[in-house]
């Protein structure tokens, strides 16, 4: 190690430790406040497509301990003769194992091996899988528009973020967990066009893209 990396990382340390033991202090002697909510909407514009209308998705059970269900809405789209659903579930407790929530959620498909495949854009990672003539795009969107779909991905993500003096603020003050364990789980479906199911990811891909970019633009 060279003198000048020896250098900053005694420094991160000296301010790590100068930053809890000022936690220690400063920390109220209450319980730390549950998840917060977060909200989210009864209607979502998805272009090209006309918005049919809106479910809410029941939450987990209050003794759940892992990927806890808080709140979450299902919206249901047209275009011509096509359809086009789309779930945002808000998780709260999560490592982002976008495999651990559909067997946590769904039990046939717990049971039933599913082949998919993992991609990455612009906008981040997710996965894309069939199942039963439906084709269906999965990705983990944290609170800070990042899109994962492993534990590994969201476990990094929650590292970087983690170094952030933002975040660290947030600690302090609001006693917030310092890594973050929350992510809007995003599910869109859609029957698979005429057997042309590249044209079908096309389709989810689009409005995934949207959906996630209008998520930060907020």
């Known amino acids: 190690m060279t003198s000048h990396s020896r250098s900053v990382f005694l420094k991160t340390i000296a301010l790590s430790v100068t930053l809890t033991l000022l936690y220690v202090v ?12 977060a909200s989210l909407p009864n209607h979502l514009s998805l272009p090209g497509w006309e918005a049919q209308k809106t479910q809410s998705i029941e939450p987990s059970p209050s003794n759940s301990k892992y990927n806890r269900i808080v709140s979450g809405q299902r919206y249901l789209y047209r275009q011509g003769d096509r359809s086009l659903q789309i779930a945002v579930r808000y998780v709260v407790e999560t490592e982002g194992d976008i495999g651990q929530f559909i067997a946590d959620t769904d039990e046939s498909w717990g049971k039933t091996p599913i082949s998919f495949e993992d991609r990455q854009s612009t906008q981040g990672f997710y996965r ?91």
């Open 26 to 37: 400063v920390k109220p002697t209450s319980s730390p406040p549950a998840n917060p909510e």
């Open 128 to 218: 894309l899988f069939t199942q039963q003539n439906q084709a269906y795009l999965q990705s983990c969107l944290n609170l800070n528009g990042h899109t994962t779909v492993t534990q590994t991905q969201f476990r990094q993500n929650a590292y970087r973020q983690a170094l952030q003096p933002e975040q660290w603020l947030n600690w302090l003050i609001s006693q917030r967990p310092l890594l973050e364990r929350r992510c809007f789980w995003i599910q869109i479906s859609t029957p698979v066009v005429e057997q042309n199911i590249h044209l079908t990811h096309a389709t989810l891909e689009q409005s995934w893209k949207t959906l996630v970019s209008s998520w930060r633009s907020d």
